[in-house]
């Protein structure tokens, strides 16, 4: 597995970042949960100082409407270039990305910064609008990026590798709704790897594990009962 290089705090991004946590420190004092930087600015920080987007995206656990304030600052809102404080749920990578992540502490804080695998994987959960052919033009820049700055990591090869562990992101949605995920990750192949995958060969998707009854409950095992 390649490792990711650590980051450089003297890029666009790390300047951003060192400003917010400054503000962090200063504001929450006992603020103890971590900061993981996400989306795009990984690869600013870790490989390409030139490769940046909108802004830098910072995945938080606790306190979110407070760090929103703290990252919104006057001087904030006049760059083009700032930090978007964003819950998990935006946010999916491989199961195990915390066991491969690069953590340091910085100005008191516990900061996150996930492989580059699982910075491109998380990219795959983009939502799709109707009538989209291929990725998102950002998304497909980043993964060509990453190739391009490591001599073709990861291959065509390794992405199946690491699809491997998230088949049950695969899964037809329990709501019924599109799955973006299975798209996007048809659309990379074709795109980036120049090739179809064949995902029930590939990939092996399995069928979730019935539900108990327990867990079900009368209600959702009887819809009709009075």
Request: proline share 8%; net charge negative; glycine share 4%.
């Amino acid at each position: 597995m390649f490792e990711t290089p650590k980051p450089r705090w003297d890029t666009l991004a790390g300047r951003v970042l060192d400003g917010f946590f400054e503000r962090v420190a200063d504001q929450l004092p006992d603020y103890r949960a971590p900061l993981t930087i996400f989306g795009s600015a990984p690869i600013q920080l870790c490989l390409d100082a030139e490769f940046a987007s909108a802004d830098v995206d910072v995945m938080v656990f606790a306190e979110v409407e407070t760090l929103r304030k703290l990252a919104h600052t006057p001087s904030s809102r006049r760059d083009r270039y700032h930090v978007q404080v964003c819950p998990p749920s935006l946010f999916i990578p491989a199961p195990h990305y915390l066991q491969r992540a690069h953590v340091e502490t910085r100005h008191g804080l516990q900061i996150v910064i996930p492989h580059l695998m699982d910075i491109l994987l998380a990219k795959l959960h983009r939502s799709r609008v109707e009538g989209q052919s291929g990725l998102v033009a950002k998304d497909l820049r980043a993964f060509r990026k990453v190739r391009q700055m490591l001599d073709g990591y990861p291959s065509s090869e390794q992405m199946v590798s690491e699809l491997q562990n998230c088949e049950a992101y695969f899964r037809a949605p329990l709501d019924g709704t599109l799955n973006s995920f299975k798209l996007n990750v048809l659309d990379l192949f074709e795109q980036v790897y120049g090739r179809c995958l064949d995902i029930p060969a590939e990939i092996a998707v399995t069928k979730p594990p019935p539900m108990e009854i327990a867990e079900l409950g009368l209600d959702q095992l009887n819809p009709i009962r009075p």
